[in-house]
């Protein structure tokens, strides 16, 4: 197993709070506060890594202390880090729940098996997650809902989603060619 798949982005640093060395700190865990109870967390490469103490709410996230982080320069320093927990510290999830490090990079077909792309991001502007779908032969993304209605399947094993897009979401962008 490559360590990249053994690594889930847990939270992020968004800057610093105060002048005694605490973050802002973005989670991205099922319930937020849960950050601080998956034990250290490391930087994507394992060069860093930190215990987690949350000392208070700001908007979109949490205040916290980090080992060994003691100024307001050393915190803001740590803007836009992303921290990681062992996918073994996570808890198993139902069958209709995935983590995102586990959809991106899946090939995306529709329901007659023909390709529509592959999973660049999961994003969530507030509604409903979204699959960033990279279309093959352009340099254009499409944004379809991850919904029961739109993704019926999600087969880990095989590595693929299987996708009855909404009418019109590949309209002009589904025709082979240059």
Not at 93 to 107: R, T, W
Not at 123 to 134: I, V
């Amino acid at each position: 197993m490559t360590g990249d798949s053994d690594l889930i982005c847990i939270g992020a640093i968004a800057g610093s709070f105060g002048v005694r060395g605490e973050v802002r700190l973005k989670s991205f865990a099922a319930r937020p506060e849960d950050i601080a109870a998956y034990g250290t967390l490391t930087t994507e490469t394992g060069d860093h890594s930190y215990d987690v103490t949350l000392t208070g709410q700001t908007k979109n996230g949490f205040t916290a202390r980090l080992t060994g982080i003691t100024t307001k320069e050393e915190a803001d320093a740590l803007r836009g880090v992303q921290l990681f927990v062992a996918r073994a510290v996570l808890p198993g999830l139902p069958d209709d729940e995935y983590y995102h490090a586990d959809l991106v990079g899946l090939e995306v077909v529709d329901t007659g098996g023909a390709v529509l792309g592959v999973v660049k991001a999961v994003l969530n502007h507030g509604a409903a997650d979204l699959l960033e779908l990279s279309v093959p032969g352009t340099a254009e993304t499409v944004l379809l809902p991850f919904t029961k209605a739109a993704v019926p399947t999600v087969d880990l094993r095989a590595q693929r989603i299987v996708a009855d897009p909404p009418e019109g979401l590949f309209a002009g962008g589904d025709v082979a060619g240059t």
